[in-house]
């Protein structure tokens, strides 16, 4: 079967859709990938790679074209537009070209962000007539407004209707939160399209091929891993390190970059935190699960609004996968796996006082009742979040 999966981000950028093409491709399918050239999340064109190098390459058997797009900069509203609208534009005359020379089956559409993705693949359907599978993972125009902070209501019923265009010519739409639905639900009558599909981690930590990661300080080590932005609510997690400041048992690491991480080095300085508050940077993925067996907790944020209160962080699979104990301030469908999983402690977007207060009272009182839990976590991951059993539904979804 020939696969095209279209996505802005492919590797070596670090994506599930990654995942997709490689493990497909080892099922014994032909998988092409269309997808542009790296920048995420540096804001430049990853070393080896430009608008003259690397745009044609073959990937452990995948082959990989990649359409020019502007790179996202700084992350700023105007840069990231142009990032968004550049691939859509280059990549849809890219896909008119496969359309013409190649011949696919299927197309799949890996969609964290933007909603304009879908444009190449709709345009190679249109001439092909083939179908297109959108696997959503961030609503719009919802984000925007979230993330984004557009208000304007102009743009926000312009991206309406390319989201009611997309999902109008998408075959099926893969969620991968059920919270999601209402919001689909709420643009066309779709609900014989919506098919969930969660989000997924690795495997298994595979504990011998351990690199090598700076030492950590010692005490009971609190570690968020991932993207320091304005959604994680770095606002109300500093708060919480502030309250916790005098408990010098108790670390607080941060393995990451983004946006905010300035202002939570600046934070940290200005508040003397310094023994109890570490923001390590950013270190490859593969080290990831070194850093998470050496954390007595992991910690997932979110800020309280709407889409995120659908939203289920792909942290929290990892962190599930990884077999530790988390913490967490969010809303919706999140909190409720924790509290199903039985994996940790969660409190409300932003309720940094009761996050403390839990720290105080039922973690650190009770280490070993709250390590077992991080087996639960685990537990609960194999039977919902395996990635061979979410690639294996996958199959099944694109050969009906």
Known sequence: MRVLLV?????????????????LSKRGYKVTVLTGIPN???????????????????????????????????????????????????????????????????IVVHEPSPITQGIPAIILKKIQRIPIYFWVLDLWPE?????GGVTNRQILSFFERIVRFTYKNSDKILISSRGFEKSILQK???SKKIIYFPNWSEND????????????????????????GESQD???????????????????????????????????????????VFALGIYPYETMPTFFKNADALLVTLKDEMIFNLTVPAKLQAY???????????????????KDADCGYSVGSGDYENLVKIIKEKVLPYKADFESKGSSGYKYFNQHFKKNACIDNLCNIINC
């Open 7 to 23: 996505t802005q981000y492919f590797y070596p950028e670090n994506f599930k859709s990654n995942d997709i093409a490689f493990e």
């Open 40 to 106: 995420y999340p540096s804001g430049r064109f990853f070393k080896g790679y430009g608008l003259f190098r690397r745009r044609i390459e073959t990937i452990n058997g995948v082959k990989v074209y990649r359409s020019f797009l502007i790179p996202r900069g700084n992350g700023s509203g105007m840069a990231l537009a142009l990032n968004y609208f550049s691939f859509a534009f280059f990549a849809s005359f890219y896909a008119f070209i496969l359309a013409i020379f190649q011949r696919f089956d299927c």
């Open 143 to 147: 984000s925007l407004t979230s993330s």
């Open 188 to 190: 066309g009558d779709f």
């Open 205 to 228: 930590i595979d504990e011998s091929s351990e690199l090598t990661i700076p030492i950590l300080a010692d005490g009971f080590r609190i570690m968020f891993a991932g993207n320091i």
């Open 234 to 276: 770095f606002e109300a997690i500093m708060q919480a390190t502030l309250l916790m400041k005098n408990n010098k048992d108790v670390k607080w690491i941060f393995v990451g970059d983004g946006r905010k991480k300035p202002w939570v080095e600046q934070f940290i300085k200005d508040n003397e935190l310094h023994e109890t």
């Open 320 to 338: 599930m996968a990884a077999s530790r104990p988390i913490l967490a301030m969010l809303n919706g469908e999140g909190a409720e796996i924790i």
